[in-house]
């Protein structure tokens, strides 16, 4: 049954066609009582595993990649390890809600529940980054009606005005670089397995794009390592 209608029903109507889970997951969600929705939300994330790492490496294959729960909780162990106390409850409230609406904005490949990837993952879907983002908008409206702390965490994720959104923004793209050293480190994964994102975080890019704290960590902790397994 659809649920949408007007200008809403119009913007997700392109990755609702070529994704059809995310209107399953729209109605199940618009079924549930408001009270219901972030439980559900939260139980679906730990089933629903992070794109990248079938994408750019063979981890997914070994049935290694991580959920985006695991990703969730990752988060919070870095934000404690590299920030200061004063920021950490509001970058933990924005770990906390700001991968939710992918519980509903995933796609079924294989089998496997993924979140979406756009510009890494053409192969398995035809949308743009536009798409996604407008469907997790939605999502996240539903998901957070009852919820009103949480989504002003949402908000000042998503519109990146204030230092602690920015910063959090930085570590959310970089943190996978952590996991790939530990995978080398561990003996799991080949330094060559992980080529693709060394090409795309090398230190001059941190340095030059992302927030500072995330870039002196990245510099002082995590590049002296990567150096090392390249050697």
Partial sequence: MYIFHGSEAAGLDLITREIPIILENFNTVGHLPVSMRWDWSEKMLSNVLRDGWFVN???GNYGNAESVMDHKHHLCRMIELYYPKYMHVTMKEMSDVH????????AMINDVRRDLN??????SYAIFDADKEYAESVAARMLLQGEPD???AWGEYREKSSVASKEFSGLDKLCVMWKCVS???NG??????FQAYW???????VKETLPPI???AYEQDLWPRILRLRS
């Fill in 99 to 106: 991968d939710n609406p992918e519980s509903i904005v995933h």
């Fill in 188 to 193: 799991q994964y080949d330094y060559p397995d």
């Fill in 150 to 152: 949480r989504m002003e």
């Fill in 183 to 185: 995978f080398v480190e």
């Fill in 118 to 123: 756009p510009r890494f993952n053409k192969k």
């Fill in 214 to 216: 995330i870039s002196q």
């Fill in 199 to 205: 090409n795309y975080w090398p230190l001059d890019k």
């Fill in 57 to 59: 490496t063979p981890v």
